[in-house]
């Protein structure tokens, strides 16, 4: 299932315009029964490491242009996940759907093309993981987890992008 999940998202990012009248928001799975390496499960997967970080490139020791609707999307991700704080596994589910409607609206409106809407996805596609991951979660201890994983994602999005 993990690997539908994950050819899903991909389709979903092969570009961002041609999804724009679909509802961009992860398809449910089924949830697998509890298991004691639930968490291991989410280590392996990356969900709690960011990866991608050796992955992404810089556009000759210079930040990637984006368009001005990334910029802006990505700014609501990080005000988001900046400021608002959860302790309990709704709020944790609650602060996964906005984050969702903002990651939808990042990936509906972008207008980027070439190497730096191919590294953009690079930065993207953990975030839509993470997200569903925590979406998914049944756990306020691999909840905040994740969330610590999401906030590092998304705040890194300007070492690469201007």
Aim: some cysteine; hydrophobic content about 35%; aromatic content about 6%.
């Amino acid at each position: 299932m993990k690997y539908v999940i994950l050819t899903l998202s991909l389709l979903a990012l092969v570009s961002c315009k041609d999804s724009k009248n679909q509802d961009l928001k992860t398809e449910t799975a089924e949830q697998p029964a509890e298991t004691d390496n639930h968490h291991d499960t989410h280590e392996a997967s990356g969900i709690y490491a960011n990866a991608w970080v050796s992955e992404i490139q810089i556009d000759y020791g210079e930040k990637w242009q984006a368009d001005a609707t990334t910029n802006e999307g990505v700014q609501k991700l990080q005000n988001t996940i900046n400021t608002q704080t959860a302790s309990t596994l709704d709020a944790f589910h609650k602060l996964a759907e906005q984050l969702n409607d903002e990651k939808n609206f990042v990936v509906k409106n972008c207008t980027m093309k070439g190497p730096s809407h191919d590294n953009l996805h690079i930065w993207l596609h953990p975030l839509i993981e993470k997200i569903d991951a925590l979406l998914k979660t049944e756990d306020v201890d691999d909840a905040e987890k994740i969330t610590v994983s999401i906030k590092e994602n998304i705040n890194a999005y300007n070492t690469y992008f201007q």
